[in-house]
């Protein structure tokens, strides 16, 4: 079992700064991409950025500039740095991992429990 716990949610102005962390732990061989995910309320969950184990990024065009996704491979923690929030960017925070338990093990998908992050205009 592989639990994703995330951190650094909260209220803050338009135009501020917030960071989330993500840590992975359980019983984990490897994991591949990990990345972040948003649902604002009665909206589907969106990708926000993603970064594999190389350390390749992608985002949404919407946070593109403004975002920035990196990660620890040794602590199995996966971040995101936002900067120049945005009353759009209000939403549950989600972060995910595709991660193998064994070296045999199929890649499975996790997910953490979500983080509120709320800007007010």
């Known amino acids: 079992q592989v639990q994703l716990v995330e951190s650094g949610g909260g209220l803050v102005q338009a135009g501020g700064s917030l960071s989330l962390s993500c840590a992975a732990s359980g019983s984990i061989f490897s994991i591949n991409t990990m990345g972040w995910y948003r649902q604002a309320p009665g909206k589907q969950r969106d990708l926000v950025a993603r970064i594999t184990s190389g350390g390749i990024t992608n985002y949404a065009d919407s946070v593109k500039g403004r975002f920035t996704i990196s990660r620890d491979n040794a602590k199995n923690t996966v971040y995101l740095q936002m900067n120049g929030l945005k009353f759009e960017d209000t939403a549950v925070y989600y972060c995910?991992?595709?991660?193998?338990?064994?070296?045999?093990?199929?890649?499975?998908?996790?997910w953490g429990q979500g983080t509120q992050v709320t800007v007010s205009s």
């Open positions: 995910q991992a595709d991660y193998r338990q064994y070296s045999w093990s199929r890649w499975r998908d996790a």
